[in-house]
C-alpha cells in the first residue's frame, strides 16, 4: 500500500468499515511509515476539533488540540 492509497482508505479506517484484509495493509503501512502515522494523528484530531466546532459536547473533550487545528477546521467548512 502505498501513501496515497492509505489517504484514500483513511475514513473508513477511522469510522471502522475498512474490512480486515484492507486494515491490516493499512497497519503494516502505518508501522512503518511516520508520515502517514502522523497524518492519522492530525486526521483524528480535526474530526474531534469538527465535532466541537458543531457544538457536539458529547464526546469527551481531548482538551488538548491546538487553537490553530480549530480554526483551520473552522477556515475549511466555510469552503
Ligand atoms: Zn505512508
Redesign the pocket.
Known sequence: MK?RE?AEFLFDYVSGDLPADRREHFEF?LNK?G??HQYLVQYQMTIKAGKIACGDMSDELPGNIPEELVKAVLAARKV
Do not use: F, G, Q
Open positions: 501513501c492509505l503501512h511509515c508520515n502517514c
